[in-house]
């Protein structure tokens, strides 16, 4: 039955809001933003961006979960009971389902690239080229049955960790693989920075070019901010509900915050100079999204010594990131059905896991033999990806900021960052003031911006 769970240790809790924070999102979509807008200068502003409107956000959502000191439905229901503030929690439990099933199968992707590195099947022809890497990118996306086998061994290995429950599973896991990710960034930020004409990528990337700031890449901006903390999925709501009462919120944030700006910061330091080696630096495509990963880095991969075991052990960071993020997702689910049905963590766990092996799969095969079956012209993979990033995301942390800034009573935010007067918090009008304030007109930018 649910028990009142908390993290053991703070290494723990750390390691495992980061890891729920760390993904995708941080390994190949802030080299692609940051090439677009303007190198370092982005950087800045990307700092910015987390200051003023990530760590506001990202308390509000723990002042939610520790006070609520639950799922994220209930967490409001207990806060504000006879409201219909709960409904929020319920947008925030749809959109971190429904990204839970496209995720899987894009972290199913890393697990194919981590075999196909291991056995070589990657690079079978040593005089590919990106053209071919694209081939063999698009060949296996949308094939019918191999995408969707590797989902389904990364839903497998979610499910072996998520029934294990919240100290011996979660806690455990992200203690070993989140050391292990920042140990695989470093070594491969310094294999980067031996390669020739290293340092012209290092100047791209650290050196800011303030004529190129426009106020299409401070949106761009304050979009990674919010999107590379895991903001509006229920995920902190929940993970902050298993913290002590001891813990130090601000602190907590602000360590959150650093430690997946220090992943963001070594991808930059391990993709800019890599490509600046290799030429790549003037086809902003080579930069891009699934094309950064799965067709720019195995062809520089194909030119350095030791291909197979540097590309291994990339895909084995990628799917580190990729494996705590979904764990992270399904475990909003996992709690809520443990909260409201008072079932063992084992049938909870299958229960939310089981419609996910449909959900997945109907992604999977969206980008291959379905393809012709859309939704508003869009795949099926692409609609949920839309939807929830661009709309549902942003309303979630939008009401959020506001429950906490002007429903609950304005005691309520400074007695979860005072610990209920223990701690000394000098930040606490300042972070008041942009929960109340300044997020929420942020986020409304970002949503026009969508819409726009």
């Known amino acids: 039955m649910a028990q009142n769970i908390k993290f053991r240790t703070r290494l723990g809790l750390i390691a495992a809001t980061v890891g729920s924070a760390v993904g995708l999102g941080n390994i190949w979509r802030f080299p692609s933003e940051v090439q677009q807008n303007g190198g370092a200068a982005f950087l800045l502003l990307y700092i910015g961006c987390v200051l003023i409107l990530g760590i506001p956000v990202m308390l509000s959502e723990f002042a939610i979960g520790r006070g609520g000191n639950s799922d994220s439905i209930t ?9 219909k503030w709960y409904l929020n929690g319920w947008l925030a439990v749809v959109a971190s389902y429904l990204i839970a099933g496209y995720y899987m199968v894009v972290a199913g992707w890393t697990l194919e690239y981590l075999w196909s590195s291991i056995t070589g099947e990657l690079y079978t022809n040593e005089l590919m080229t990106g053209a071919q890497y694209v081939d063999h990118m698009e060949s296996f996306i949308t094939s019918s049955w191999r995408p969707v086998m590797w989902t389904w061994i990364m839903l497998g290995l979610n499910i072996v960790v998520l029934v294990r429950g919240v100290n011996k599973g979660i806690e455990r896991i992200s203690n070993v693989l989140m050391p292990l990710l920042f140990v695989m960034l470093v070594a491969f930020a310094c294999v980067s920075l031996s390669l020739p004409n290293a340092q012209r990528g290092v100047e791209f990337f650290f050196k ?3 004529s190129k700031i426009t106020q299409s890449n401070i949106i761009s901006a304050l979009g990674q901010a919010f999107f590379s903390l895991s903001l509006g999925m229920g995920i902190l709501i929940t993970y902050s509900s ?23 910061l070594l991808m930059g330091v391990i993709i800019f100079p890599a490509a600046t080696a ?33 590309s291994a052990l990339f895909f084995l960071l990628l799917g580190v990131a990729a494996f705590t993020s979904t764990i992270s997702l399904c475990e909003v689910h996992t709690k809520l059905i443990q ?25 999977s095969m969206s980008l291959g033999p379905w393809s012709e079956y859309t939704i508003f012209g869009k795949t099926l993979f692409d609609f949920l990806d839309n939807i929830t990033t661009n709309y549902m995301l942003p309303t ?41 304030y300044i997020a929420p007109a942020l986020i409304v930018i970002i949503l026009l911006s969508q819409l726009m």
């Open 75 to 83: 967490s409001y229901s207990n806060l504000s009971p006879h409201s």
């Open 208 to 210: 800011p070019d303030f």
């Open 242 to 264: 298993y913290y002590p009462a001891k813990t130090n919120l601000t602190r907590t944030s602000v360590i959150v915050s650093i430690l997946g700006f220090i992943v963001a």
């Open 278 to 310: 290799f030429g790549l630096t003037e086809n902003p495509e080579a930069l891009r999204g699934t094309t950064l990963v799965f067709v720019t880095l195995p062809e520089i991969f194909a030119n350095i010594p030791l291909t197979r075991f540097w």
């Open 339 to 363: 909260s409201k049905f008072q079932l063992s963590r084992n049938k909870s766990c299958m229960t939310v896991m089981a419609p996910l092996f449909v959900l997945s799969a109907c992604c």
């Open 396 to 436: 979630c942390a939008f009401f959020g900021c506001i429950f906490v800034g002007w429903k609950m009573p304005k005691t309520f935010l400074h007695s979860e960052l005072s610990n209920y007067g223990s701690l000394r918090n000098p930040f606490i009008t300042p972070i008041t003031v942009a929960v109340r």
